[in-house]
């Protein structure tokens, strides 16, 4: 098969975005589709019919995830997975997650309206509860099923309402059998929207993701005392909120001269007693610093320990707790290369990127040869309503992933 012979039908694409959005759209034209609610039953549904009258066999595993599977010619081969997941948060966009499983069935659909048949199966994928919206944490089910998470656990998370995602997986009828887990895969291909504004900013078609970088959250208290605010000289106080401001200005100052790819936030600060008349005796705040290197990663602790005994505490007492790190999680090389020549063939101009946020590809990454592709996301908006990926961006990344399969399925 001549590589640039075969592309996707992007007003197909298109009209097959707009059909899903139907399940769960919003009044400002977002999605509402937490996992497991009656709109994501109903899309569950719905993908069934439309793989099933593409000639797919459908399954769904232990933790709902649904894999739709097209025969290749040797079927007793690994597939080649193209995937990503159906959920969205409260009043999400029309793209987040399911463009990824939308690229899978345009994909499919493509091989079949120009009969190629593949060598080794394609399986479409939808991954439950991605999003963690409704039932945290997120990335529960690829977390089950890399062995991050415990499925015990992971069953009894609740919603707000006090339901067990054990009893929405029952209730939904897509509690499957474990056997139908993906375990093996010759390639598991993510596309996503890229949720931020880099591609667009530097007018790149294409995102080839690298690596989902590694992070580390801690969460810092500072101890002081709380005297009354007209009564107290300032050289006798122990104010923890100038205290703070100290810090932060210590940690924004040595951490913007680690590497320029390093972000970091302090997303959470809290003051007590946070009365008007009072000093403030005690401040948490968290710091969430992310980079690909490791070696960053370890300067910034490094940073983050050092506060404990800063000079800007001034007479207060600081902790640092870790809450939680990741390590940066690296796609497969040969995925990674796969794609570049795919934009490359196509004529789309691209970037080797790291990705900020996870995903499931992650977790497979974990067990399995994986890899992502970004879109540009107008704006960087993603998890809001106005999110928006331009239909010729869709378009163009769909073929970067047929493009990908049809490598890889190639005999
Ligand atoms: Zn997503």
């Known amino acids: ?11 197909r694409l298109k009209n097959t975005v707009e059909e899903f959005a139907n399940f769960g759209r919003t009044e400002n034209n977002g999605v509402t589709r937490l996992a497991l609610s009656e709109m994501d039953i109903k899309v569950r549904n719905h993908f069934k019919d439309v793989c099933e009258e593409l000639g797919m066999t459908v399954k769904w595993d232990d933790m709902g995830s649904m894999y739709a599977t097209l025969e290749g010619v040797e079927n007793d081969k690994p597939p080649v997975v193209v995937g990503s997941h159906l959920d969205s948060v409260e009043k999400g966009g029309r793209f987040d997650g399911v463009l990824g499983v939308l690229t899978g069935i345009e994909i499919v659909r493509t091989l079949v309206e120009s009969n190629i048949k593949p060598q080794v199966p394609v399986v479409v994928a939808n991954i439950t509860n ?23 656990q992971m069953l009894k998370s609740t919603d707000k309402n006090g339901i067990t995602f054990e009893k929405a997986l029952k209730v939904s009828g897509f509690e499957g059998s474990k056997e139908n887990r993906l375990t093996e895969a010759e390639a598991f291909l993510e596309l996503h929207v890229e949720q931020g504004p880099v591609l667009e900013s530097e007018s790149k078609d294409i995102g080839v993701v690298e690596c989902v970088v590694g992070m580390c959250c801690y969460e810092i208290e500072v101890i002081g005392d709380s005297d009354h605010a007209g009564t107290t000289p300032m050289p006798m106080r122990k104010d923890a909120l100038f205290a703070t401001n100290n810090l932060i200005n210590e940690i924004r100052e040595k951490m913007s001269k680690l590497d320029s790819d390093l972000v970091y936030t302090i997303g959470r600060l809290n003051v007590s007693p946070n009365i008007h008349t009072v000093i403030p005796n005690k401040v948490v705040f968290t710091l969430e610093a992310r980079h690909k290197e490791a070696d960053i990663i370890r300067q910034v602790e490094e940073i983050i320990h050092g506060l404990t005994t800063s000079e800007g505490k001034e007479k207060c007492e600081v902790t640092a ?12 090389d040969k995925l990674v290369n796969s794609l570049e020549e795919s934009c490359t063939s196509l ?16 977790f497979i990454a974990t ?15 993603s998890h809001a309503e106005d999110e928006l990926t331009y239909w010729e961006d869709c378009e163009r990344g769909v073929n970067v992933v047929l493009q990908a399969v049809l490598d890889l399925t190639a005999n």
């Open 130 to 152: 991605e999003e963690g919206a409704r039932f945290e944490p997120s990335m529960m089910a690829s977390g089950v099923m890399s062995g991050h998470f415990d499925k015990g």
């Open 1 to 11: 098969m001549e590589k640039q012979s075969v592309l996707i039908n992007g007003e």
């Open 347 to 362: 004529g789309y101009s691209y970037k080797c990127m790291p990705s900020g946020a996870g995903h499931d590809a992650q």
């Open 367 to 381: 067990y399995l040869p994986a890899a992502m592709i970004f879109v540009p996301s107008v704006n960087g908006k």
């Open 321 to 332: 707790t870790k809450l939680w790190d990741r390590d940066t999680v690296w796609f497969n």
